[in-house]
């Protein structure tokens, strides 16, 4: 076999803490727990094939397995697919609003609709809370947001919700423009490590309140959280100062 020329994976130390904590760093075929020592594996054999989805962390004794043939391909594929198969096991818990440190809350009997009822801080503060159901560390890296503006119409009553436990995190993002799609990278990535509930906030703003003030400023937002740079989770659809029913999507394409 002639010697392969290696092109550097780009951004090597990331990528690899990536895949490190994609194996929640033990070897995916053997329990070496070593990883300072651990290698990354093309998996197609191409070396300049540096997808997420084409490189694998593990033990240098099992890279020399698969070299040999010990491990066969089908299984390295497979344990990969594995790994992979977190997204499914991020799941959505709630979206609630800061009531306390908002003018929003929630329409009660409406699920995701929120309203404002005090024009003193109109920048709404969401608390989302997620599992993670996985046996892996999983990072929150981004958060994608749309939004459509809906016709004006009634606002509603007054209905005090209960406390919420305050989350530490708080992430503030630009309300998009009406049909723009903003994709927030977030620079201090949330850890969550692996069986946890989590709950961070997001606080909506915008170059001034009058965009949230209702009862003209309706809005159905979607979201979606970006996990590890590699899978997002969608939530249903928010509704801002509106009480009709998410009949109406708002697809992120
Ligand atoms: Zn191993």
């Known amino acids: 076999m002639t010697k392969k020329i290696r092109n550097e994976i780009p951004q090597r130390n990331k990528v690899k803490a990536k895949l490190q904590q994609e194996i929640n760093s033990i070897c995916p075929f053997c329990d070496n727990d070593d990883v300072g020592h651990f290698q990354i594996h093309h998996i197609d054999s191409d070396p300049l094939n540096n997808e997420n989805s084409n490189l694998i962390l593990l033990c240098p004794l099992c890279h020399s397995k698969i070299t040999k043939g ?130 961070f906030q997001v606080e909506l703003y915008d170059v001034s309140m009058e965009r949230f003030k209702p009862p003209f400023n309706k809005f159905i937002l979607s979201l979606k959280f970006g996990f590890n740079n590699d899978f997002n989770i969608d939530i249903p659809n928010i509704l801002l100062n509106s009480r009709r029913d998410n009949l109406q999507h708002v697809s992120i394409s």
């Not at 497979?78 to 959505?92: A, R």
């Open 70 to 199: 010990d491990i066969s391909i089908d299984q390295v594929i497979k344990t990969k697919k594995q790994l992979k198969n977190i997204s499914g096991n991020i799941k959505f818990i709630s979206v609630s609003v800061d009531s306390k440190n908002c003018g929003w809350e929630q329409i009660e009997n409406i699920p995701y609709a929120f309203e404002v009822r005090k024009l003193t801080s109109l920048f709404p503060i969401f608390n989302f809370s997620f599992i993670n159901q996985s046996n892996n560390t999983v990072l929150l890296t981004n958060i994608i947001i749309k939004t459509k503006r809906l016709p004006a119409g009634l606002s509603g009553p007054n209905i005090p919700l209960p406390n919420i436990l305050r989350p530490i995190v708080k992430y503030k993002i630009k309300l998009p423009e009406d049909g723009k799609v903003t994709n927030t990278m977030i620079l201090e990535e949330l850890e969550i490590p692996q069986g946890r509930a989590f709950k």
